[in-house]
């Protein structure tokens, strides 16, 4: 069973910058697509941003591409959403997530996630 930690989340000002964590158990972390994905309350959770195993190919939902960079440390066992010039409209519950399977990493069919970890933007 994989454990998965999120990190980082806060009140930061539009415009802001903050820089997600989410710390894996899994020894065997490089074996995982990484994924982040985010819920506003009302909302259904929505796709973010994916990463595969050697941090190769990144993926990003349109309203973050240019914004949000996700990258991995697998000697950490470790991957980082950096989320630049946020808008009110990011505030959400930030859960990261890990996959075996290499096939539409936009959707939530996702093996482990983590707690959530919450962002909130003023405006």
């Known amino acids: 069973q994989v454990q998965l930690v999120e990190s980082g989340g806060g009140l930061v000002q539009a415009g802001g910058s903050l820089r997600l964590s989410c710390a894996a158990s899994?020894?065997?972390?490089?074996?995982?697509?990484m994924g982040w994905f985010r819920q506003a309350p009302g909302k259904e959770r929505e796709f973010v941003a994916a990463i595969t195993w050697s941090g190769q190919n990144t993926y990003y939902a349109d309203s973050v591409k240019g914004r949000f960079t996700i990258s991995r440390d697998n000697a950490k066992n470790t991957v980082y959403l950096q989320m630049n010039s946020l808008k009110p409209e990011d505030t959400a519950v930030y859960y990261c997530?890990?996959?075996?399977?290499?096939?539409?990493?936009?959707?939530?069919?996702?093996?482990?996630w983590g707690q959530g970890t919450q962002v909130t933007v003023s405006s």
């Open positions: 899994e020894r065997t972390f490089s074996n995982y697509i």
């Open positions: 997530a890990g996959r075996t399977k290499y096939a539409n990493v936009y959707n939530t069919d996702y093996d482990y």
